[in-house]
């Protein structure tokens, strides 16, 4: 994603406990664990995500537990980033519409506020930054009780670019969901991220 204009955390892929090891202590700490597994989604829900992780014993013990209960081919290794507000960006290839995006309040908070704004592929800029006043949250981007002002430009220009990446993954493009896309100030990195593919 990064080559398409969309800024991603550092990430360390390991496939063993060592390599998890020696990536978290080149990151510092704290870290996230996460399952790397083809097509592994809602990762938290079966053990799948570690965060937090103060140390090198807690990494290896984590790298451990994870790797026994997702049964996945590795971890990435990941620092932990804290603040500002989550989003979601996610795409779906609707069988009337074409490809659809969503924007919403991310992490947890999709699930329960519902509080979206759709548009059809393609979007420009202008158009992600009106979808992004659409939301009810908004306020929590606009700096509401004292948090740090999100600088929209920036974000909407992300959002824009996720959906040129999902029009230029071509017909057999499922869907691409970024979830948790983070937001701190004109800093925007997606945390997460998911494709499903076709068949």
Known sequence: MTANGIPVVPSTFASDVDTAAAAADAYGYPVVLKAAAAGL???SDIGGVRLGLANEAEVRSAFV???DKTKADGVLVQPQRSGGVELLVGVVRDPSWGLTMAVALGGIWVEVL???ALRLLPVDKAQALRALTELRG???LRGARGSETADLDVVAD????VGQLAVGLG???ESLEINPLLVRGSRVEALDALVTWRT
């Open 138 to 140: 908004i306020d929590l």
């Open 114 to 116: 519902r509080d979206s």
């Open 41 to 43: 989604g809602h990762k």
């Open 171 to 173: 017909d057999r493009l």
């Open 65 to 67: 537990d994870v790797m």
């Open 158 to 161: 992300v959002v824009a670019r």
